[in-house]
Each structure stands twice: as structure tokens, then as C-alpha cells.
């Protein structure tokens, strides 16, 4: 209960706490912004936006010297810190998707009006790479064009797989530079004095998790049950990680903490295109599942990360909250982020005045 009582403090779960600031303002959604895939954007896109994420890591942190985030001065770090804090709260759990898509909508709109991006967020459409003879020859991990490919050769590192040959910091691209003051995974009370990004690819994850066929195979999962056991995964043994924490492995570095996981951009690809498979699903059958929910309200595996259980489903109304990443605290209902062009239209089941707030879509990636 206290673990409950300390978490519902710091992130206004009360139920009277549920506030709707309107961090998301603007009429009925007719021009979504289009989200694409990577290797479809030009050079010119993808230097736009790997320049608004390392802006996004020279401004101030507007968390910085909060005491639940210590270690942040970025703004970068706001993101990651916020994510490290809700960790045994939106892993493993029914709203998992609902969460990570309204984190990924409110980073989209930081690069956009904190650090002049034009573009939408991008996805990585890891099925597109997951087959190669080489994953690490896909475009995402180009020094020139991409975030860089993978860590220095770290015999100390505890590597994730077979087949490993990083583990240390990425030494190439444009992010080989930056320091993360943040301390890795649930650790608090002082800043990361080295903070690098480090990656360990994996050749083994994206064969096993990360395949054309698995994809095709998420819309015949007929529940939303069925869907969030498919690709979130079933459990922590390799063999059943499905595709979230899959692409996770395939990185391996921060990328497999899973606290601090948002340290390395290409944290925003992956989420981006696991938001994308959570749409084709919900719009395969949009009658039925665009609202569909369930799932469980606390963690189903890795306990409660050491707290006890918490009882019941995630709901349309199970709070989805951003703690105070936008600056004043900001929490919705998950249904309000099921539809993402639903901005301003009623959900199902929900008091008429709590509307939707999304809109975005995606383009379709580049066929093989
Ligand atoms: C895979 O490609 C990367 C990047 O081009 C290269 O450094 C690495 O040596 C290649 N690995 C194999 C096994 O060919
Ligand atoms: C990222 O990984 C590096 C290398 O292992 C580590 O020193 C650093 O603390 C990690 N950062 C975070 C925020 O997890
Ligand atoms: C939660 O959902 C599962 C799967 O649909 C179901 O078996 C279970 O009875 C539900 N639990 C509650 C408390 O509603």
C-alpha cells in the first residue's frame, strides 16, 4: 500500500487528480501529421530531426532539481527521467501502448515548438531489417545518415545473447558525444558522472522477434488480451519477449534497461512503430478494437517491480499521466488516446466532456 500510496502521490492518481490541462489544444483532427518510416524520409529530413533531438538536449530540463528526477538538466533527460519514474507502472500492464504513445506524442511536440522540427516523429520498421545477413547494416544505425551503429567491444558488459560484439559506448553518429547525467535503471541520489549511450546489436533478437511473418500475425490476434500478450510478450525468458522488448534486445546497451531505456534516441523509433502495430491492429477491425482495452492494471510480469500487486484491468479510464513533463502536471484517460485521430470526438463510455486529443497517422513503409 505504501508503494501504491507513494506513486499515486508523486503522479496525482488520485481519482480527483485526473487533470486535463490543454496541453493538446485544436478543433475536430482533418490534417493529421503523417509519421513515417525512416529510410523513406530525405538526408534533409533526417538531419532536421536528429537536429531537434540533440537540441532537445541542450535545453534546460524543466524537471531539473525536482526531487523525484534527480540528475536531469535537459530537457532530453526530462523525457527519460519521467519514463525511469512511472517504470513499475506502465510495463507490463493494459495501458503499456496507451502510455508510451501519449510519452511519444508529447516528445513530438517538444521537437516541434521547443526546438523548431517541421516534420512528425519517424518510425523504424525493424521487420524491414530484421531478416538482413546483417542487421547491423540497416539504414537506423547509418553514422552519416542514422544514430550511429553499435557500442566499443566491452568484455565486462554482461552481453544479452550470442553473437554480441559491442556493449560499450556508441563511437560513431551524432549522438557519440552526449553524456546522460541520469543514473542507469531505478538508481536515484546523484548524477551519472560518465553517462555515455551504449549499445550491444544483436543479429539473434531481431530473427527471433522482429519478423515480417510476426507482424502479419499481430492483427489475427481476434482480443486485446491476446494482442498485448503477442507484443508485449509473455514473459522475461528470451524465447517469449515478442516484439517490445525484442527490439529492446536487438540495441541491448540502455536500450534493455528498463528504466532507463529512453537514454538512447532510438528508443522514440522503436515505441514510434510498436504505436504504428498497435494501430493497424486497432484499425484492422476499427468497429470492435479501436477502443478495445484490458489487460492488467498492475504489472503481470516482474511482479510489481518489489511492490505488492495491484488488483484489477486497465480501463478506458485508467489514468494515463506525464507527470509534470509539459511543466504543469498533466494526466488523461487512457481511452482518450486510443483513437489518434480523435481529437475533440467523444470516446465510448466516457463522461461526454472527455474528448480525444490525438492527431497523427502513419504512411505506410517502404515495401521490400
Ligand atoms: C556488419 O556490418 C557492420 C557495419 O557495416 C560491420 O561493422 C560488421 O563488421 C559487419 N558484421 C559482419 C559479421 O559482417
Ligand atoms: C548507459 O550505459 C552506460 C554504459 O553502460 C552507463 O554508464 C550509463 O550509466 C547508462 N545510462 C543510463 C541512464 O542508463
Ligand atoms: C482481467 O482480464 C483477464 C483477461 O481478459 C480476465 O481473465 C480477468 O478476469 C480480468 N480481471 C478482472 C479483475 O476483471
Not at 533527460?77 to 506524442?105: C, N, Y
Amino acid at each position: 500500500m505504501l508503494f501504491q500510496t507513494k506513486f499515486a502521490a508523486l503522479l496525482g492518481f488520485a481519482a480527483s487528480a485526473v487533470f486535463a490541462m490543454p496541453d493538446f489544444p485544436g478543433g475536430i483532427c482533418t490534417s493529421p501529421l503523417i509519421r513515417k518510416e525512416w529510410r523513406t524520409l530525405t538526408t534533409a529530413e533526417k538531419s532536421s530531426y536528429i537536429n531537434a533531438v540533440k537540441c532537445l538536449h541542450t535545453k534546460p530540463g524543466v524537471l531539473a532539481g525536482h526531487p523525484s528526477h534527480d540528475g536531469v538538466t535537459t530537457r532530453y533527460e526530462d523525457f527519460l527521467s519521467e519514463h525511469k519514474l512511472q517504470t513499475p507502472l506502465i510495463h507490463w500492464v493494459g495501458h503499456f501502448l496507451a502510455w508510451h504513445r501519449l510519452m511519444i506524442v508529447r516528445y513530438e511536440k517538444a521537437l516541434r515548438e521547443e526546438c523548431a522540427y517541421n516534420g512528425a516523429q519517424p518510425y523504424w520498421d525493424w521487420s524491414l531489417d530484421a531478416l538482413r545477413s546483417n542487421f547491423t547494416e540497416s539504414p537506423i544505425f547509418d553514422p552519416v545518415t542514422g544514430f550511429g551503429t553499435n557500442g566499443r567491444w566491452d568484455p565486462d558488459e554482461p552481453h544479452l545473447g550470442p553473437g554480441l560484439t559491442g556493449g560499450g559506448c556508441i563511437y560513431n553518429g551524432p549522438f557519440k558525444d552526449w553524456r546522460i547525467g541520469v543514473m542507469p535503471g531505478a538508481a536515484t541520489g546523484m548524477q551519472d558522472p560518465k553517462g555515455c549511450i551504449a549499445r550491444d546489436i544483436s543479429p539473434i533478437f531481431p530473427q527471433m522477434h522482429l519478423r515480417p511473418d510476426q507482424v502479419a500475425a499481430v492483427n489475427s490476434q481476434e482480443t486485446f488480451w491476446d494482442f498485448e500478450l503477442y507484443v508485449n510478450g509473455r514473459s522475461m525468458n528470451p524465447e517469449e519477449f515478442g516484439m517490445h522488448i525484442g527490439g529492446h534486445a536487438s540495441i541491448n546497451g540502455n536500450m534493455s534497461n528498463p528504466y532507463t531505456s529512453p537514454t538512447d534516441p532510438l528508443f522514440y523509433m522503436h515505441h514510434t512503430n510498436l504505436d504504428r502495430v498497435w494501430w493497424n491492429w486497432q484499425k484492422h477491425d476499427s468497429s470492435y478494437r479501436l477502443f478495445e482495452t484490458g489487460g492488467t492494471l498492475g504489472p503481470r510480469v516482474m511482479e510489481t517491480y518489489n511492490g505488492p500487486p495491484i488488483p484489477g484491468n486497465s480501463t478506458l479510464t485508467t489514468p494515463i499521466s506525464l507527470g509534470f513533463l509539459g511543466g504543469d502536471q498533466y494526466s488523461v484517460m487512457a481511452g482518450q488516446v486510443h483513437d489518434i485521430q480523435g481529437r475533440n470526438r467523444k470516446v465510448p463510455g466516457l463522461h461526454p466532456s472527455i474528448k480525444g486529443i490525438l492527431c497523427y497517422d502513419y504512411a505506410d513503409p517502404p515495401t521490400q
